[in-house]
């Protein structure tokens, strides 16, 4: 799977937006951008993904860059229920078994 | 969006016991589920792909052996934790594919904390 570098760790206030970005400069063109996060001592939940457009539901945006070498995802209001690790994965399509294979992740600490 | 429950969500045992954690899809049926090991401070690492009716694929260097995987309905896979050691604690997590959504799409459970004394 292509790999993915994202920070360490980011701050946001409440009630802001936060930019969660991500690098993928050896993402091929069939690869899915997913982004799942993990909250303290729960499993990962799903967040959104996309392929080529910008993509929006009720939990963020996925902005991706024209080339898709990166991607941002955005949370319009970060509340502290946000606080979690947000990962990024890519995921090849048109295959029969997805593994996800997770990186490091980002750490997002909301503050009040 | 598509359930995943884990049983049970934090289990004791002895050194020497084998411990066994079930990992049921709800509201879906699933031919394929996962299994994920996370340590303190870590990010998940994929043990195992569990297969409805065929034998699971270890990833590289999990001792199929001691992480005894069953997958025997469409719901349910079982993970079984074999002469468990202290080193084996850790957060035990399964997920699944999205039935209806992008099949690229898993949905995980809430995880089972190990802890081997």
């Known amino acids: 799977d292509a790999k993915t570098t994202q920070p360490n760790s980011m701050e946001s206030n409440e009630e802001e937006p936060v930019h969660l970005p991500c690098n993928h400069s050896?993402?091929?063109?069939?690869?899915?951008i997913h982004w799942y996060r993990q909250l303290p001592s729960q499993g990962p939940e799903y967040v959104i993904h996309g392929l080529t457009s910008n993509v929006n539901n009720r939990m963020a945006s996925l902005a991706i860059a024209e080339d898709r070498k990166s991607s941002t995802l955005i949370l319009h209001r970060a509340t502290l229920r946000d606080a979690a690790v947000y990962y990024c994965i890519l995921i090849a399509s048109g295959g029969s078994n997805y593994k996800l294979t997770f990186g490091k992740g980002t750490l997002l600490t909301v503050n009040p | 969006g598509a359930v995943v429950s884990q049983h049970p969500s934090r289990v004791i045992c002895k050194s020497g016991t084998s411990v066994k954690i079930e990992c049921r899809s709800l509201d879906f049926q699933a031919t394929t589920m996962f299994w994920y090991r996370q340590f303190p401070k870590q990010s998940l690492m994929l043990m195992a792909t569990s297969n409805e009716g065929s034998k699971a694929t270890y990833e590289q260097g999990v001792e199929k052996d001691k992480f005894l995987i069953n997958h025997a309905s469409l719901t349910l896979s079982t993970l079984t934790v074999t002469s468990a050691h202290p080193e084996d604690s850790s957060f035990y997590i399964c997920?699944?594919?999205?039935?209806?959504?992008?099949?690229?799409?898993?949905?995980f459970g809430p995880g089972t904390r190990l802890l081997v004394l």
């Open positions: 997920s699944a594919n999205s039935p209806g959504g992008a099949r690229e799409t898993q949905y």
């Open positions: 050896t993402i091929s063109g069939t690869d899915y």
